[in-house]
């Protein structure tokens, strides 16, 4: 009995034409991070849930696919034990009874693993990079998907600052090379420390970045309500307003950081953290215009991205002529590798958002013409005869690179030259008795209608017309 | 706390070496589909279990990878329905109830369940490719993981020897490029039927077959031994045997084996399926001849490889100069696509096992000193006044695409020194006060102990010099 094929919810299927789209942009993006000689690595697709769980809060917890123990999961759980008080099974507790594995989240759980695990054949600092699927249990919808990739480089074991110039330096080119125009803004968790240190409530750090993190949705006004709302008296709030609305080039809004944060603040307090990341900050722009970059780069005071994680350097990559989200992220975190047994090991990262950088290249129309092409031309078949003198060139023109197909079968010319329209070959090969008398192979140009006759040897030529 | 780091039995970390080779696979395999006109595609990592499920045996079933559905998977399974009559639960039945996907098996299945569900999209014969993991709980050891790729090749809907041609021709192209002497084994379905008609056990085939394929390791007489055992009486035997015997070239086993299917053996029956077979073996040397291949090719009618699923054409290649079992194998299949509502959409393909091949060159020692290379060159960090004034110079080389490293502390010499020398990076430039003020670079290549003085924009001189 046939079924009806389907794929699993929040999952696809790629046909060639989305695989030519997504392999330009990771060969793109893994040639760039290859120049700047971070090397690549992959990890399992499996982790034990021990590595993964606690790793991603509780909610990443629950997003975790969780693989079944193989062999006999259940014959011997004893289920009863797992009953709650309203007569259901606990699914958390049991889960962990059945499942001692489950599918990677994300790549940088799985390297903080992998650098702990294989320390002692590394060499320091270490760059990597890795572009492989994670999954994650999330509900699907639109551009959201259960199996993702994503394209993440990491060096750990070198805190200096020209690591953040190179990362950024890295989303230049990767842009520059789509040709798409973006804006990295860049952040240091350290000034985030330093606002909630001056205002007076270093406690409510997290609260504070929250709220400014919304500025560009939701204006001043609503994020000094929410910051009210959260706790900050308005003496706070009046010693955060001035950094928010500071205006200026970076190196005037640095040194009026400065000022606040070394006591001329409304509160006089100063922030030591504070000054650290402006002097972090001050260096990497310092770096930035040595080094040149194309794309614009924006300091961002109320860019907070994934807060618990970093303590340095963040970046967002946001397309200036596209309406999505952010297409890039990352920052520095100096503690990645200790719940692992290796503490100390500071390392900063960025990670490219594969599919939102496809949707870009798409909506901008920025694939080029030759990723989608395939098949370079097709030899008709017109027989058995034809097709044995055929075969010796056809082998001799993909030796040399030049994807060619002969079509199978014996079929009326029309149907041959349907499938070459189909698959957008562009040229295409009739060879018939007169050709194989004559010792030649006619090639024709199906865009220009350009056609010529060459002796069967001189693959040189035919290369030649087949790269026009 | 920290936990010790460790990934699943049966899967693998791969580091930057082992990465560069097996990219180095990948790569070979990819370019060569790509010129025989296949194109990649992608499916997801799990499959619905209905899709699945039945296609690999009882067997198989057991070796899938199931994962537990998301959210409260157990609450409200009534688990006292699946208790035996030994006490304990039944596993498989339970599974079924939380589990609703599974972890591909291999890349066969869901390329039948992608070509029914995308039909009307495809332009046939469908030619594609697919580099992916697949997943199977098998016990691990040596040379067998829970996690590996495969990279098929695949077409279908033409029934063409062309295309067997062209799946020997892609071996042989391969393998050649490997620089790995291969054997390719051809045998036929059609003729294993043939031999089970003619001795008059045509439905003890596959004991037939299971038997005379380990003629290499048990030889003759124990094959012999097996056939009786299974059944088969002296007078069937006696006739199969000449088979097993045959000698002379391909043409001359070709023609003796006509007259044997066509009633000449001991038991005057004949097969017209055996026939057709040879019909098929006779145009696909023929063809093969007048492709010309490099590597050997050789008729195997002891060939049997996964019986269940063939019709036609059987494949399998061996390497010639490294003992290990077959690192590539395929063949016809008629009805791949029935079982998902898609009858009579013959394919032949062809599948390689990187694992093997991996260690076939490793073995052989023929991975291209290239590939383990990663970064070119790595200039010295001497401070900030010369790391910007190596910033643009680094940055154009990169644009070049040559792998350049700026060693990110200033530390010691010595330490950045036995960097280049752990990451085997071939060139070292040290660019210090004196340097900056001339506006020259040096280069200096390790290998040869050979240096230059370059003028700071004349990039073009330095990528010439790095790429000796």
């Not at 259940?74 to 889960?95: A, I, M, P």
């Not at 693993?113 to 994650?136: A, D, G, S």
């Not at 194989?436 to 199906?446: F, Q, W, Y």
Request: charged share 30%; glycine share 8%; net charge negative.
């Amino acid at each position: 009995m046939a079924q009806k094929p389907s794929i699993p919810k929040g999952t696809r299927d790629f046909g060639p034409v989305e695989m030519a789209g997504r392999n330009y942009i990771f060969d793109t993006i893994r040639s760039v991070f290859k120049t700047y000689g971070y090397q690549p690595i992959e990890t399992p697709s499996m982790e034990n849930l021990s590595t993964l769980l606690g790793k991603y809060g509780d909610e990443g917890d629950k997003l975790l696919f969780r693989i079944l123990n193989s062999g006999d999961a259940f014959s011997k759980v004893d289920f009863e034990q797992h009953r709650q008080e309203d007569g259901t099974l606990n699914s958390k507790t049991l889960s962990l009874k059945v499942c001692e594995k489950g599918l990677r989240y994300d790549l940088t759980v799985p390297f903080a693993r992998f650098v702990v695990q294989h320390q002692n054949e590394l060499t320091f600092p270490f760059k990597r990079f890795q572009i492989q699927p994670v999954w994650r249990a999330d509900r699907p919808q639109k551009g959201r998907y259960r199996e993702f990739y994503q394209c993440d480089a990491d060096v750990c074991g070198s805190k200096s600052l020209l690591n953040e110039l190179e990362l950024v330096q890295i989303v230049d080119r990767v842009f520059t090379l789509f040709d798409v125009r973006v804006c990295v803004k860049i952040n240091n968790r350290k000034v985030l420390t330093g606002m909630a240190e001056i205002c007076g409530f270093p406690e409510k750090v997290v609260d504070i970045t929250v709220a400014i993190d919304k500025i560009d949705k939701i204006g001043l006004e609503a994020v000094e309500a929410e910051m009210k709302e959260k706790g900050l008296t308005d003496e706070a709030i009046a010693v955060i307003e001035p950094i928010l609305t500071l205006k200026g080039t970076t190196a005037e809004k640095i040194a009026a950081m400065r000022e606040l944060m070394g006591g001329k603040s409304a509160s006089g307090l100063v922030s030591e953290t504070g000054l650290k990341g402006l002097d972090e900050l001050d260096e990497l722009f310092g770096l930035i215009e040595a080094a040149g970059i194309r794309q614009e780069v924006e300091m961002d005071l109320s860019l907070a991205r994934g807060l618990n994680y970093y303590t340095g350097a963040i970046f967002e990559v946001k397309a200036l002529d596209f309406e999505i989200g952010s297409i890039c992220g990352g920052g520095r975190y100096d503690n990645l590798t200790g719940i692992f047994g290796l503490p100390d090991m500071s390392g900063v990262g960025i990670s490219f958002g594969a599919d939102r950088i496809f949707d870009v290249l798409k909506g901008l129309d920025k694939f080029p013409k030759e990723v989608t092409e395939s098949t370079r031309i097709l030899f008709a078949n017109m027989g058995s005869d034809e097709l044995r003198y055929l075969l010796p060139v056809v082998k001799t023109l993909r030796e040399q690179g030049v994807p060619c197909e002969i079509y199978p079968e014996t079929s009326k010319l029309k149907k041959q030259f349907d499938y070459a329209d189909k698959k957008h070959i562009p040229f295409i090969s009739i060879v018939g008795g007169n050709e194989v008398e004559a010792g030649v192979i006619n090639l024709k140009n199906l865009n220009s209608g350009e056609q010529e006759s060459f002796t069967k040897d001189d693959w040189a030529a035919m290369v030649a017309f087949l790269s026009k």
